[in-house]
């Protein structure tokens, strides 16, 4: 018993935890390293950002179906399948994968609150999306989104353009290599999520038995 | 999981229409905000946006106090108005190793051009350092020896005060970033400012023709400029 509570406060505080890095990068003495390197910014804090989000969702539907075990909430309704979710967050991923809005998020406060927003909430759409996509609607995600992250590591990786005008040649070849693994590692965790959770909850538990 | 025809609980595609719309409108926006952040498609990176921007609408310059290899205060106004000629500008420091020397020598190939067709009148160089507080004029006279600058043609300045370095590549829109060794990285390219302080071109390192074409566009016509030299 008090290890399952014990176990049940991990969620929230990991989920804080995570937030809490991610933001920390964004403000000084930390901010340096997201300036300076572009490893720090698109592989750490990105990141980060995306799994704070994630958290915060999963920590947040926890807890709402201990309080209202049935409902399926006005979210729920524009996120069939996670249709929605995915969506989202393939825009969000796209657009601060660009060099001129990473620049930007450098240069501009407002730039960076945008992107610690959108980031955030496209891993709380991600997590809501995945609880409710059958396999084949995840497959479909996942294969658009992890070949654009290879893509675009190569890219960065190979090209002797300079894309990013806030970082040096050498950061970002380093981001796109890492980038690549980084994509390779969602997909293989992904995978083994699957096998592990066979069953889909929610409307892809619904569409599995129509 | 072929099922014609179900009761609308179990049909998965029962409810789908206001999840198709939120899509929809998620997809919209996002396109738009990403064809905002390319400047309508013109580029995905900085460099490629600024470069559009400015060719679409020139960009004005402010002024800033100037030293050059003789220790000779200027206005970067008077600089570039004295006597009606276009100038190709780029950004240097002196101790730079790797791409200024490759800017010197795509500078060296644009001073032979211009002397060779007989531009020194329509069109000029001038170097600008983003190191003041390194570029004094002593390094200013070796770099342009090395350089073997032709004062008539290439010209060469620093900043005095360097409080004003940051305002500088702001208003040019250069980044400057440190890079290993006390040196640094920047996007160099050829910029294009006529004579009343507006940058209005901006072209790539390895098309010095096309910014002396450029420049010829931008500048007055040769009778314009026999006109102001004559004054």
Redesign the interface.
């Known amino acids: 018993m008090s290890a399952e509570r014990q176990h049940a406060g991990l969620l929230p505080a990991s989920a804080a935890a995570v937030t809490a890095g991610a933001l920390a990068l964004s403000v000084p003495p930390l901010r340096s390293l997201i300036e300076?390197s572009m490893v720090w910014h698109m592989l750490v804090q990105m990141p980060l950002l995306v799994a704070g989000g994630a958290l915060c969702a999963a920590a947040l539907q926890r807890w709402r179906r201990a309080a209202r075990p049935a409902a399926i909430g006005w979210l729920g309704?524009?996120?069939?399948?996670g249709?929605?979710g995915f969506?989202?967050a393939?825009?969000?991923g796209?657009?601060w994968m660009?060099?001129?809005?990473v620049?930007?998020a450098v240069?501009l406060p407002a730039a960076d609150a945008a992107k610690i927003v959108s980031l955030w909430l496209a891993g709380a759409a991600l997590r809501h999306a995945f609880g409710r996509a059958p396999a084949a609607v995840q497959l479909f995600f996942i294969g658009s989104a992890l070949p654009m992250g290879v893509w675009v590591g190569v890219y960065l990786a190979s090209t002797d353009?300079?894309?990013?005008?806030?970082?040096?040649?050498?950061s970002q070849i380093a981001t796109g290599r890492g980038m690549v693994a980084l994509s390779l590692l969602a997909g293989a965790v992904w995978l083994a999520g699957l096998r592990g959770h066979g069953r889909p909850r929610g409307d892809a538990a619904?569409?599995l038995?129509? | 999981?072929q099922?014609p025809v179900?009761p609308a609980a179990?049909?998965?595609m029962a409810?789908?229409a206001?999840?198709?719309?939120?899509?929809l409108a998620?997809?919209l926006?996002?396109?738009a905000?990403?064809f905002m952040?390319?400047g309508g498609g013109a580029?995905?990176?900085?460099?490629t946006?600024r470069r559009s921007q400015v060719a679409l609408a020139p960009a004005a310059i402010p002024d800033f106090s100037l030293v050059d290899a003789q220790g000779q205060l200027q206005s970067l106004h008077t600089l570039l108005a004295q006597d009606g000629r276009v100038w190709i500008v780029d950004f240097i420091y002196t101790r730079c190793p790797t791409l200024c020397l490759t800017l010197g020598s795509v500078f060296q190939q644009l001073q032979a051009q211009i002397v060779e067709q007989g531009l020194q009148r329509q069109v000029g160089l001038l170097s600008i350092s983003f190191d003041p507080a390194n570029d004094r004029p002593a390094e200013l006279q070796e770099y342009a020896r090395r350089m073997q600058m032709r004062p008539e043609v290439w010209q060469l300045v620093s900043l005095q005060e360097a409080a004003d370095r940051r305002r500088l590549l702001d208003s040019f829109g250069i980044?400057v970033?440190?890079?290993p060794r006390g040196e640094f990285?920047?996007?160099a390219a050829l910029h294009v400012v006529r004579p009343d302080g507006q940058l209005v071109r901006i072209l790539d390192l390895n098309q010095p023709a096309a910014a002396i074409d450029a420049a010829l566009a931008a500048g007055l016509t040769p009778l314009q400029a026999a006109v102001v030299a004559a004054r």
């Open positions: 300076q309704h524009i996120n069939r399948y249709l929605t969506m989202f393939l825009v969000v796209a657009y660009l060099p001129a809005t620049d930007r240069v353009l300079r894309l990013c005008n806030a970082y040096s040649l050498a619904q569409a038995q129509g | 999981m099922a179900q179990s049909d998965p409810g789908l206001a999840t198709f719309a939120a899509s998620v997809l926006i996002g396109l905000a990403l952040a390319t580029g995905f990176t900085t460099e946006l980044m970033v440190p890079a990285e920047h996007n």
